[in-house]
């Protein structure tokens, strides 16, 4: 279970970094983003460590290769905790960035991971949204 304290921090961040984002404020976001990361380096390895900051912090880094790197430590984060939602949603982001970078058969794994994960969730738009971009990727 993730820290409250923590978790409103962090769904705060992310409201204002999409803030800061949709007004083109890089000098907020840049200074939002920051306190984002801190938060995930300062409770990294701690009993506060959760996939969601580092997902998050995924969530808005803009280089993407770093995104993906970020990404995968949420997904390791997830599966120590063994949290289905969270297996599902952070392999489905590193699958959408892969298949920006052309790493389609990355993207293909990912997608087939994060639908097995999604079996035990009950969101069934996102399955769909899984199914969908899996089976773009096979058929092309």
Partial sequence: MMNTKIYKAV???AEQLMQAASQEDRNRFDKLYSQLKAICIENEHS???HPVQWETLADFTEDLAEALD???KALEKSKAINSKDHLSSVAFAMAS???ELGQTDAAIKN???AKVSANKIEDKAFK???DALLNQLLES
Avoid: R
Wanted: aromatic share 6%; no cysteine; hydrophobic share 45%.
């Fill in 70 to 72: 970020i990404y995968a």
């Fill in 111 to 113: 997608l087939q991971d």
């Fill in 11 to 13: 769904h705060t961040l």
């Fill in 47 to 49: 009993e506060k460590d």
């Fill in 128 to 130: 769909i949204e899984i």
């Fill in 97 to 99: 960035l892969q298949v």
